[in-house]
């Protein structure tokens, strides 16, 4: 016990009040007494006592009502009651107050020194348990601070020794991190492009546009071109509470081994079409040369089919590759609705067939496009062939021209099989066949590359989205024609 405490005694005079002074006194306590609400206040203000006792009709409001305003001020200040005598509801009554205690005559000396003493070993207890664990979790604190700094050093250097760019931007695209491959595949010297603006400190073309076209929540994936050759695919990421993420990967190899891909199916295409005119023509031939038996007649016609079958796949190859080449330059005013019902004309019969219901819907305002007719229309045959070839009987099919701003918005919906995710960014590429696509249906999987390279021939975007099971929409965006 220390012989400096302060007990606070808030007791309306009376002989109880007098000889608890003196017993607590004689104790060797500091012993402070109020009279009233604001004497109590006052001596509180003037040094916050070590105990409290106060009397249950103390003040107008009360001991209870008072003792429990006082705890929310300080909730380790130990309080005890007095009542005038005692009663059953009494130590509930102190309980749900969350005081320490509560005092009834009579009262002996000894007993009223005895019960500060507990309560001020109790709040003297609850004191250092709450030093110590304020000790504590400011220690814990402090170690996960420098964990973190020991770690944030770690990531510093695993980021900057990766080989693909990565470069952070702030919510404003202000860079915030760039590692030493962007200052390298940028040939950015040592000037520091940090807290610049990316497209101020890396002023490139195709950067630019990734970013433009990120705001839009489409494209997140753009290349990158260099002109001493190099590639590199950029993607763009938000990240949450910070800004975004640009990561560049090195994809020239690859670029390189697509072309020479391309190059020796163009080659190889461009030799078959000549014995495959030949096949085709002697067939025709045969047929006119004398009776044939019914059954040779129909292995004739099986011959044929599969001649041609090869011939428009090889003509869809060098198509590929007249397109990818560059060699598609006609551009006239098209308009997409009336390419668009050829097209369904075309496949009026197999609609029928399956029994598929068709929605056309074309938005009054939507405008022409600069483009190549035949390919358009081609576009629109795969996109619209596609979902119906992909979509059981009975199902439905929706065509929608759009404008979007300058841009022209065609969307071929169907409740076909679908795609699975992880193969929904690969169906764009050559030869590719979904996992899911049904035995005995055929195709080559060139028809999606040939609708990318007409789109993008026609600076525009192409991409699906797709639930396996339910259906897929593809989309493309093309530019209207100013
Ligand atoms: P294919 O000749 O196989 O139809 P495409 O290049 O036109 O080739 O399409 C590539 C693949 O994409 C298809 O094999 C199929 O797996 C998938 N696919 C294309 N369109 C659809 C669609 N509307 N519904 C479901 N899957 C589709």
Not at 5 to 12: E, F, P
Request: hydrophobic share 40%; proline share 4%; charged share 25%.
């Amino acid at each position: 016990m220390s012989k400096k405490d302060l007990i606070l005694l808030a007791l309306h005079p009376s002989p109880i009040l007098d000889l608890m002074e003196c017993a607590l006194f004689s104790a060797g306590f500091a012993v402070a007494s109020a009279r009233d609400r604001q004497g109590m206040e006052k001596a509180i203000h003037e040094a916050i006592p070590s105990l409290l006792i106060i009397g249950e009709k103390f003040s107008s409001e009360g001991g209870f009502p008072l003792s429990q305003e006082i705890l929310q001020r300080f909730p380790t200040l130990p309080i005890f009651l007095y009542a005038e005598k005692d009663s059953d509801g009494l130590a509930i009554s102190v309980l749900k107050a969350g005081l320490s205690g509560y005092l009834y005559p009579p009262i002996k000396n000894s007993e009223l020194v005895d019960e500060v003493q507990r309560g001020l070993t109790r709040a003297r207890k609850l004191g250092d348990w709450l030093r110590r664990e304020v000790k504590r979790t400011t220690a814990s604190l402090a170690e996960k601070a420098d964990f973190s700094e020991g770690e944030r050093q770690k990531l510093d250097a695993i980021i900057s020794n990766i080989q693909d760019g990565v470069i952070v931007m702030d919510k404003r695209r202000r860079v915030i991190l760039a590692n030493r491959a962007v200052y390298d595949i940028f040939d950015l010297k040592d000037a520091s492009i940090l807290g610049k603006l990316l497209t101020d400190a890396i002023p490139n073309e195709d950067l630019r546009a990734l970013l433009a076209r990120a705001n839009d929540g489409v494209l997140k994936y753009h290349e990158v071109n260099f002109n001493d050759g190099r590639v590199y695919n950029a993607q763009y990421t938000p990240i949450p509470h910070v800004g975004s993420a640009v990561t560049m990967q090195d994809i020239s190899y690859l670029k390189e081994l697509d072309r020479l891909k391309s190059d020796f199916i163009h080659t190889i295409s461009h030799d078959l079409r000549s014995p495959l005119t030949a096949i085709l023509g002697y067939a025709e031939l045969v047929e006119r040369t004398g009776q044939l038996a019914p059954t040779q007649l129909e292995f004739l016609h099986r011959l044929q089919g599969s001649a041609q079958h090869i011939t428009t796949l090889v003509n869809d190859l060098l198509d590929l590759g007249r397109l990818d080449a560059g060699f598609d330059t006609r551009r006239e005013a098209v308009r997409l609705d009336n390419v668009l019902k050829y097209s369904l004309d075309l496949f009026e019969n197999q609609i029928r067939k399956k029994n598929i219901k068709l929605t056309v819907e074309i938005a009054p305002d939507l405008k022409t496009l600069r483009a190549n007719p035949i390919r358009i229309r081609q576009m629109l045959d795969n996109l619209v062939g596609n979902a119906i070839k992909y979509t059981p009987e009975h199902g439905s099919v929706r065509v929608g021209l759009s404008m979007e701003g300058d841009q022209i918005v065609m969307k071929v919906a169907d409740t076909g099989v679908g795609i699975p995710p992880e193969e929904q960014g690969r169906v764009f590429e050559k030869f590719y066949r979904a996992s899911n696509v049904a035995k005995g249906l055929q195709g080559s999987g060139v028809g999606l590359a040939i609708v990318k390279s007409i789109v993008e021939s026609h600076q525009g975007r192409v991409w699906v989205e797709s639930t396996l099971g339910e259906g897929s929409t593809f989309i493309v965006l093309l530019p209207a024609q100013e």
